[in-house]
């Protein structure tokens, strides 16, 4: 089975901190994403990755930056961490559009 | 662009009561649908796609689908509900021709009560 793997499930930040959320995936999947979960809001895509050093935003991408140096590590990066960025931060990888994502267990991020 | 509307915040339903949770989408091109599970605290698994041919999909834990492209619909279904299928369900839909962004619904939490 296809793993993603996120290095902490709960994370709390202060105000104004630089945060890493960290992605790593095990089955030479070009594709990576990163998505922020919100009661109500579903799924919003922040960035996404089709290939090593490669990435473009997604819908919500102001307050976040993306670092891929290997193909399978996809870095999320809050530059100032602020309280609207509170959410549950969930990484996914996946082969061509036909078969879907594989997901991580997701970080709970609480930023005070 | 594409959207998907999940009109059903939340179903409360009975165990072994049938339940079927509604997807609906927008697309100007043809699009690929899913159906994902959320169990508490966890990330999302696959629950069934559709990508081509038969209508009706079958799925994991003994749910299925149905596309109906004249309805722009992929309602997911199950004939008898267990307490463990309570969690939250999610609808995503991708274009065929490429890109592979996912395009999620807002949700639907399943409650199964005695």
């Known amino acids: 089975d296809v793993k993603v793997t996120q290095s902490s499930r709960y994370l709390v930040k202060r105000t104004g901190e630089k945060v890493f959320l960290e992605c790593v995936q095990d089955?030479?999947?070009?594709?990576m994403f990163w998505y922020r979960q919100d009661p109500g809001l579903g799924l919003r895509l922040i960035y996404f990755s089709y290939d090593v050093k490669m990435k473009e935003k997604g819908d919500i991408p102001e307050g976040y930056s993306v670092s891929r140096e290997k193909k399978e590590r996809f870095s999320l990066i809050l530059e100032s961490a602020s309280t609207n960025q509170t959410s549950m931060y969930l990484c996914a990888s996946s082969l061509a559009g036909g078969y879907g994502y594989t997901f991580g267990s997701g970080t709970r991020l609480t930023v005070v | 662009a594409q959207s998907v509307t999940q009109l059903d915040s939340q179903v409360p339903v009975f165990e072994e009561a049938p339940v079927e949770l509604r997807c609906n989408y927008s697309?100007?091109?043809?699009?690929?649908l899913f159906w994902y599970v959320q169990y508490p605290n966890q990330g999302l698994q696959l629950l069934l796609k559709y990508l081509s041919g038969s209508t009706l999909v079958k799925g994991i834990n003994g749910f299925e689908a149905e596309f109906n492209k004249s309805q722009t619909s992929f309602h997911l279904r199950k004939p008898s509900v267990h307490i463990s299928d309570t969690a939250e369900y999610f609808c995503?839909?991708?274009?065929?021709?490429?890109?592979?962004?996912?395009?999620f619904g807002t949700g639907t939490q399943l409650k199964v009560e005695l």
């Open positions: 995503a839909v991708t274009p065929t021709g490429g890109g592979n962004k996912l395009t």
């Open positions: 089955m030479d999947h070009e594709n």
């Open positions: 697309s100007s091109v043809s699009v690929y």
